[in-house]
T-cell receptor, first 117, second 113 residues
Framework: AQSVTQLGSHVSVSEGALVLLRCNYSSSVPPYLFWYVQYPNQGLQLLLKYTTGATLVKGINGFEAEFKKSETSFHLTKPSAHMSDAAEYFCAVSDSGVTGGGNKLTFGTGTQLKVEL | AAGVIQSPRHLIKEKRETATLKCYPIPRHDTVYWYQQGPGQDPQFLISFYEKMQSDKGSIPDRFSAQQFSDYHSELNMSSLELGDSALYFC????????????FGPGTRLTVT
């Protein structure tokens, strides 16, 4: 069974500071990994994804994440936080190589990011 | 670009009533996933459909049923509603060609009173 663990349900940073949101995964097969962002009362927006190839993945809004197989991690970073980054962030995993509707996402419990002036 | 459409956006029902949630995937997407997000919780997979056939099933109560129609839209039917069914219900669609990437709709917020 796949799972992801997000360390820290709440993270607070100052505007302009580094953002680091942690995610560790457990998967019996090569995983596909995702970060989604959710603003209050809104849907889930894909920030970035790792499937195969380059382990450093760049996403939207200046975010990036690095897939580290040896550490089973997929941490999300952003060099400089903006007030508009305040939201809830979910790490998710799905099986690789599955088609036909079998790619359900398993989400972590989420990290609420607060950005302070 | 067209996105996933969900209707209604908000729904208030009483206990033991029924509810029907609708999802219209992105054009040419043939796969639909349903997720339930309880208050303060992460989204949980309920059920998925590919080419109008159920393809995977998660923690979906027996009181719930779903189907995908010939035009690829999907409906989630919920009967004998309970207070604990109050949640945000998301639909996501994908194209099987890139089946790992799911695009989420804005969700339907169901409140059971």
């Amino acid at each position: 069974a796949q799972s992801v663990t997000q360390l820290g349900s709440h993270v607070s940073v100052s505007e302009g500071a580094l953002v680091l949101l942690r995610c560790n995964y457990s998967s019996s097969v090569p995983p596909y990994l995702f970060w989604y962002v959710q603003y209050p009362n809104q849907g889930l927006q894909l920030l970035l994804k790792y499937t195969t190839g380059a382990t450093l993945v760049k996403g939207i809004n200046g975010f990036e994440a690095e897939f580290k197989k040896s550490e089973t991690s997929f941490h999300l970073t952003k060099p400089s936080a903006h007030m508009s980054d305040a939201a809830e962030y979910f790490c998710a995993v799905s099986d690789s190589g599955v088609t036909g509707g079998g790619n359900k996402l398993t989400f972590g419990t989420g990290t609420q990011l607060k950005v302070e002036l | 670009a067209a996105g996933v459409i969900q209707s209604p956006r908000h729904l208030i029902k009483e206990k033991r009533e029924t509810a029907t949630l609708k999802c219209y995937p992105i054009p040419r997407h043939d796969t639909v996933y349903w997720y339930q997000q309880g208050p303060g919780q992460d989204p949980q997979f309920l059920i998925s459909f590919y080419e109008k056939m159920q393809s995977d099933k998660g923690s979906i109560p027996d009181r719930f049923s779903a189907q995908q129609f010939s035009d690829y839209h999907s409906e989630l039917n919920m009967s004998s509603l309970e207070l604990g069914d109050s949640a945000l219900y998301f639909c996501a669609s994908s194209s099987d060609r890139s089946s790992y990437e799911q695009y989420f709709g804005p969700g339907t917020r169901l409140t059971v009173t």
